[in-house]
Every structure is written in structure tokens, then in C-alpha cells.
């Protein structure tokens, strides 16, 4: 019930293309949902988060659409740029639990 | 703009040694957590760390793990007897609150044991 489950495994998009990760959770009491990015060798960076009272949230490129229903959630990159390839992870987490629950993760190659 | 830092970058050890992997969390943060990554794979939660104590671990963090804050700005996690399965990126993070809030993940130490 704890899980978080993220497809693609890999994903390659042409630029200017959508990149888009899905993401699929279990435990109904998660509240917070964040999407980290990951270049190799670093450690993950808050890219965009979500909570469950709204339904979808833009910050500039990076949309995240979130359905409660169906407990899915989703990243969309417009405009995917070379530089925005990396990995992606969703996470779960629920208020008093410190612990943020991660996803399989998704590397993104975008082609020039 | 405050950060996570964790010490050394890369440790390397002999299988059976003690490893101490430190960090400094951002400095008005109240939770303090340590997620490892095996190379390849996903991030895996260790342990959560407020009001100097364990609020909770996972089935990873078992006998040979502890955790530390020696002061008010270092936390350290300690494996006390290494196997080479511990080989993995270690990140340290911080959260200002517990749960549904923004955790901020340092750049990690890869640990290799041989």
C-alpha cells in the first residue's frame, strides 16, 4: 500500500515535443506529491509538487495533472529542451510522516 | 539559498568497517531523513530523524545503522559493520515541517565497499 508506481521506465522525445510521466499510488492517506529531478551524480531536486485539493498545477514548462479517483498523477514537459534530460521521480507523502515514498523512476533523453 | 551538505563526496571502505557519512541539514529545518539510491535504481527511504530521536525507519535500517545529531548543526549516519550490498548514494535531507512539505535532498555520498 505504500507503493508509488511511475511508467515509462525511459522515455526518449524529440525537442519541442511533451515529455509525459505517469505515476500511480495505493495509499489514499498521501497528501503531498512532488516530482524530483535527477542529473547523475547529484542528489534530487524538488522539480514541482502537488496537493490533492486541486487538480492540476502549472509552473512554467512542468504541469502536473492530478486525478484522486483514480489515485494517478502525472508530469507534462512542454517544450522538452536537451537540457531537461535527466531522471524523474514522483514521490508520495502524508502530513506526520516524514518520509517521502518514490517512485521507479523515469530517465528522459531529449533529442536535438 | 540554504542547502543540504553532505560529507565526504565518495567514501570508499573495506567490507566490515564502520563508515560515519555526514551531513548539515538547512539550518531552521526540523526533520532530518536518509534515503539511499543503489546505482540505477530508485530512492529508498532509511530513516527520519526530529526532536532528537527516530521517528521512523524502514526494514533497511536495521542493527548496523544508527543516526546522530552530535550538535546543533550535524547529522551523521553511522554503518557500523559494512557489507557490499551497503555500495550506494547516500542523501541527506531536511524538511522545515514533517510529511507533505518540500524536502530538500543534499548532493549525496557515494559509498563503494570492497
Known amino acids: 500500500q505504500q507503493q508509488v508506481k511511475q511508467s515509462p521506465q525511459s522515455l526518449i522525445v524529440q525537442k519541442g515535443g511533451i515529455s509525459i510521466i505517469n505515476c500511480a499510488y495505493e495509499n489514499t492517506a498521501f497528501d503531498y506529491f512532488p516530482w524530483y529531478q535527477q542529473f547523475p551524480g547529484k542528489g534530487p531536486a524538488l522539480l514541482i509538487a502537488i496537493r490533492p485539493d486541486v487538480s492540476e498545477k502549472k509552473e512554467g514548462r512542468f504541469t502536473i495533472s492530478f486525478n484522486k479517483s483514480a489515485k494517478q498523477f502525472s508530469l507534462h514537459i512542454m517544450d522538452s529542451q536537451p537540457g531537461d534530460s535527466a531522471t524523474y521521480f514522483c514521490?508520495?507523502?502524508?502530513?506526520?510522516?516524514?518520509?517521502?515514498?518514490f517512485g521507479d523512476g523515469t530517465t528522459l533523453t531529449v533529442k536535438p | 539559498e540554504p542547502e543540504v551538505t553532505q560529507t565526504p563526496s565518495h567514501q570508499v571502505t573495506q567490507m566490515g568497517q564502520e563508515v560515519i557519512l555526514r551531513c548539515v541539514p538547512i539550518?531552521?529545518?526540523?526533520?532530518f531523513y536518509w534515503y539511499r539510491q543503489i546505482l540505477g535504481q530508485k530512492v529508498e527511504f532509511l530513516v527520519s530523524f526530529y526532536n532528537n530521536e527516530i521517528s521512523e525507519k524502514s526494514e533497511i535500517f536495521d542493527d548496523q545503522f544508527s543516526v546522530e545529531r552530535p550538535d546543533g548543526s550535524n547529522f551523521t549516519l553511522k554503518i557500523r559493520s559494512t557489507k557490499l550490498e551497503d555500495s550506494a548514494m547516500y542523501f541527506c535531507?531536511?524538511?522545515?515541517?514533517?510529511?507533505?512539505?518540500?524536502?530538500?535532498f543534499g548532493q549525496g555520498t557515494r559509498l563503494t565497499v570492497v
Open positions: 535531507a531536511s524538511s522545515e515541517v514533517g510529511g507533505n512539505t518540500e524536502a530538500f
Open positions: 539550518s531552521n529545518h526540523l526533520y
Open positions: 514521490a508520495a507523502s502524508m502530513a506526520g510522516a516524514g518520509k517521502s515514498t
